[in-house]
């Protein structure tokens, strides 16, 4: 299996325990004022679990059912590190504005850079094309 892949459903997992830990907390304290838990708890869970599981088992499978690579490895590796830190941001600075923001600006380039990478690696293969 690719190294990104590896990494994005390696660094899923975590999160998810990490998700499954806040989540639990917040279940056995019992207070409605740990919002910022609540925030971190539901992000990890979306964009730490699902989003970095999706992308490590897209990158892994889909170019391979038209029996291409994937077309850009290095821009992976990009998406690999914007998609963590935008995570990690949005956890850690959340009501913090134009600061916040900006880690959701750096989200969806990371999923712009996915859609594209898949899109183009799905395509037809050579020896199919006329």
Known sequence: MDPVAKNFIRLGVIYFLIAAIIGALI?????IE???????????NLLGW???MIYGVGYHILPRFNGNPLAFPKLAVVHFW???????????TWGLGYIYKGFGVLNVIGVAIFVFNILIS???PKDDEE
Do not use: P
Not at 27 to 31: D, G, L
């Open 27 to 31: 279940m056995f304290t019992k207070r």
């Open 34 to 44: 740990y919002h910022q838990l609540k925030y971190a708890h539901v992000h990890l």
């Open 50 to 52: 699902m989003s970095m």
């Open 82 to 92: 914007l998609a963590n830190i935008a995570l990690i941001g949005l956890v850690s």
């Open 122 to 124: 799905i395509r037809k």
